[in-house]
C-alpha cells in the first residue's frame, strides 16, 4: 500500500484542521492504519491506530480533539483536529502495516506516506 498525506497548513490557535491519506495499490480497510506525527527535536508520536474491525485507538492525551474517520470507496482515511494548539504544530504521517501479529497501538508500521506539515500559530 503507498500512502500520501496531505491536507496540512498554517491555522491559528484554537482552529480546525482536517488532513487526508490517499491509499493505493491495494484495499486499505484490511490493513491497520494509523496517524502519527513529530514536533522538531521530538520523537515521533502515535495519534490513532485504526484496525479493519473498525475500532480507533486514540493516544489519550489527544481524544476529544483529534477525530480519524475513512471512506472505503475512495480509499481515504482522514484525521480531523479541533481546538489546534500551537503544541500540535509537527508534520503528520499516516502509516499501515498488515493486521497480524499484534494490535493497536502496538504495530510496527512498515509503509509510511511522505507527512504533511501543521503549523500551529498563537
Known amino acids: 500500500v503507498q500512502l500520501q498525506a496531505s491536507g496540512g497548513g498554517l491555522v491559528q490557535a484554537g482552529g480546525s484542521l482536517r488532513l487526508s491519506c490517499a491509499a493505493s495499490?491495494?484495499?486499505?480497510?484490511?490493513?491497520?492504519m494509523a496517524w502519527f506525527r513529530q514536533a522538531p527535536g521530538m520523537e515521533r508520536e502515535g495519534i490513532s491506530c485504526s484496525s479493519p474491525d473498525g475500532s480507533t485507538y486514540y493516544q489519550d492525551s489527544l481524544k476529544g480533539r483529534f477525530t480519524v474517520s475513512s471512506d472505503n470507496a475512495k480509499n481515504m482515511i482522514y484525521l480531523q483536529m479541533s481546538s489546534l494548539k500551537p503544541e500540535d504544530t509537527a508534520v503528520y504521517y499516516c502509516a499501515t502495516t498488515k493486521p497480524y501479529g499484534s494490535r493497536c497501538p502496538l504495530f510496527d508500521f512498515n509503509s509510511w506516506g511522505q507527512g504533511t506539515q501543521v503549523t500551529v500559530s498563537s
Open positions: 495499490g491495494r484495499t486499505f480497510s484490511s490493513y491497520v
